[in-house]
């Protein structure tokens, strides 16, 4: 394969590349480097894991440096779109390193946190965006930034846009571009108006796709194994987890991604979740903690929904087990792309129980894999699992403490007698009878009781204005 030097790449990025140990250029980056950096739009097509991101990283950054222009506040000159933040992230990672080498400068924008940051950075005067459609578009209505100065956009996943209904957006915010501007536009497929969003947005495009076998995918081995029952498909999923290797394991429902990564650790095999249900702050805690190493307090063991089956890439992933096989094939494919990448070997088992053998039959055939349907024996689970890590004992849960409530002073003594005292009592009127005493009765109690709640108000107000400013620096902190 030819090294990046080779295909013309600028000396400054080629030895970023070097570095992280990328000398040589995949498929999909040796065929569409020469045209991408000659400033042509272009239309690429490839599978997940074929190298994509660096083949439009690399002319993206190329470009805006060879334009020679400054990038003004809320005025970016390089976009990339993605349809998920876990994308975007990643995206922003392989592109950061190579524009940070020629003093450009990154950031993302997408939802699900605080705009704040994004606005800030925005107005320091960013080079290059790296966004999800919806929250782009709320800050182009809030006149945070224009897209009237981008020189070169990108559209990544274009089929997962189409697929998450997206495209009305991208539309939106490709038309308020120039048009002028360089587009490359990347995609698996050109079916779901992929392909009308490249005739309306690309000027003569030069389309490139990548043949599968040109793919580094490795081997790529798939099993389909057969359980009993309910109960044996959930000893066989903690099996399939207790290995040394790291493994991402799908369901198809975010409560049930979170209940597996709490069994699996209750089991001693310590997981994190990762689903559209958390916060951005934990989403990236659990994914660094999947990409650490165990030995420095990081997890083996990824329990995810759909939204890991595209963008996110942590290396070293042996095995993908679909707990809950997926509704499309599609779906298979990038779920099972998460491992044997970029030319490592990888295992995918799909775990099925007897009522879904023909849907599975139905749906490896539509995905074009050919694996045959075994019924679980300890042979086959010894096999997959390998060495077994070592059993880790989860943490007590922390006991909350309560924080005691102060109790209220007592009232100073004024010298008299107290209000409903028997010597006030006594001071009342002759004659009212036991009508009389029950009603002086029912003053002294409802005095009584003012002056409790008086009291307790007094202690509660303090209570409440910690519990007040608790409660907003806790929201403070979740924006």
């Known amino acids: 394969m030819p090294t990046f030097l080779e295909l013309g790449v ?71 779109l993605a349809p998920t933040r876990e994308l975007a992230t990643q995206i922003a990672a392989v592109v950061a390193p190579l524009a940070e080498a020629v003093g450009l400068r990154v950031t993302t924008v997408f939802g699900g946190v605080s705009q704040r940051p994004q606005e800030q950075a925005l107005r320091s005067g960013v080079d290059i965006v790296v966004a999800c459609p919806g929250r ?7 006149k945070v930034v224009s897209l009237d100065s981008v020189e070169v956009a990108v559209l990544d996943e274009a089929d997962h846009m189409a697929d ?22 990347f995609s698996a497929t050109l079916d779901r108006g992929i392909d009308s969003l490249a005739k309306r947005f690309l000027s003569n495009p030069v389309s490139h796709e990548v043949d599968e076998s040109s793919v580094p995918v490795g081997e790529m081995t798939h099993r389909v194994l057969v359980t009993t029952s309910t109960e044996h498909k959930t000893g066989l999923v903690r099996d399939l987890a207790s290995g040394t290797g790291r493994r991402i394991l799908f369901t198809r429902t975010k409560h ?32 660094s903690a999947f990409s650490a190493d165990p030995a420095d307090g990081g997890v083996r063991v990824l329990v995810a929904t759909d939204v890991a089956a595209r963008g996110v890439h942590v290396d070293n992933v042996d095995l993908v087990v679909h707990v809950d096989p997926p509704m499309e094939h599609k779906a298979y494919l990038h779920r099972s792309g998460r491992t044997a990448r970029a030319g490592a ?26 694996a045959a349907l075994e019924d679980v024996n300890a042979g086959i689970v010894t096999e997959l699992v390998g060495e077994r890590a070592a059993h880790v004992r989860p943490a007590p849960p922390q006991p909350v403490q309560q924080q005691q409530p102060k109790k209220a002073r007592q009232p100073q003594q004024s010298g008299g007698p107290a209000s409903g005292s028997p010597a006030r009592r006594r001071r009342r009127p002759q004659g009212q009878g036991s009508q009389g005493q029950s ?39 979740g924006r």
């Open 10 to 80: 600028p000396a400054p990025l080629a030895s970023v590349l070097a570095a992280e140990g990328k000398t040589e250029a995949f498929a999909i980056q040796r065929d569409t480097l020469p045209d991408s950096l000659a400033g042509r739009d272009l239309l690429g097509r490839g599978r997940t894991g074929s190298g994509k991101t660096i083949a439009f990283a690399i002319p993206l950054v190329a470009s805006l440096i060879s334009s020679g222009r400054k990038s003004r506040p809320g005025h970016p000159r390089g976009l990339v």
């Open 136 to 142: 782009l578009e709320d800050l182009m209505k809030q």
């Open 164 to 185: 998450l209904g997206f495209l009305p957006g991208v539309t939106r915010i490709l038309t308020a571009t120039p048009a002028g501007g360089q587009r490359l536009l």
């Open 256 to 287: 049930q991604a979170k209940k597996l990564a709490k069994q699996l650790t209750a089991a001693g095999i310590p997981a994190v979740d990762l689903h559209g249900n958390l916060s951005q702050n934990a989403r990236e805690r659990n994914l």
């Open 345 to 370: 070997a990888g295992t995918v088992v799909t775990v099925v129980l007897p009522e879904q053998r023909r849907d599975v039959k139905d749906l490896l055939r539509k995905a074009q894999i050919t």
């Open 439 to 477: 009603a002086a009765q029912g003053d002294s109690q409802r005095s009584g009781q003012q002056g409790q709640r008086s009291r307790g108000l007094q202690v509660g107000q303090r209570v409440d204005t910690r519990g007040s400013r608790r409660a907003q620096g806790g929201g403070f902190q």
